[in-house]
């Protein structure tokens, strides 16, 4: 994939150039972190100058990088995708998500937060992490179905075949006696 890369910036060389698409969440990364540090707490001193630094820069290095799920995703994407999921119940399957959802295909609460639950409960209390997930017996919406697992399977077509495909048996077209 071919993608603009900054080599100079302020008269520093950067030798092999950063991403244009990095330096841009870097700089709202760090203008949203720092903008909310700076209104909520001011400027800092020079012992919380880790805590307005680190954090965006974290985001920016390790979300800048391309995802091992999918090979067009940065991380930062798949972690917006994982969060939006979490939060409402909702595997984005047909272009991003533009495909809305019926309520039926929503998966309840309880079964999107398995994981987390015992650590949920050991941090916030057995009757508090219950509340959040909604009791044994709730569900958030009745389920639709089984769940449907996708698996794509890759094939390869040789040009024997195509030429089979393409030209039925029996056809002679664009051939003249």
Request: aromatic letters at 8%; charged letters at 20%.
């Amino acid at each position: 994939m071919l993608e603009a890369r900054q080599h100079e910036l302020f008269g520093v060389d950067l030798g092999q150039g950063i991403s244009r698409r990095t330096m841009l969440l870097g700089a709202l990364t760090f203008t949203l972190w720092d903008g909310v540090g700076l209104a909520v707490f001011g400027v800092p001193s020079l012992n919380w100058l880790t805590a307005y630094f680190l954090p965006p820069l974290l985001v920016t290095v390790l979300g800048a990088q391309p995802s091992t799920r999918c090979d067009r995703r940065t991380v930062l994407a798949g972690w917006v995708i994982a969060g939006q999921y979490q939060v409402t119940g909702h595997r984005p399957v047909i272009r991003g998500g533009r495909a809305v959802a019926h309520r039926s295909e929503w998966i309840p609460r309880r079964d999107r937060w398995e994981r987390q639950a015992p650590a949920l409960a050991r941090t916030l209390g057995a009757a508090t992490a219950e509340r959040l997930l909604g009791g044994a017996g709730v569900q958030d919406v009745p389920s639709a179905g089984p769940v449907v697992e996708m698996t794509a399977t890759a094939r390869l077509y040789g040009p024997d075949y195509l030429l089979n495909v393409a030209a039925p048996r029996g056809s002679k077209k664009g051939r003249t006696r």
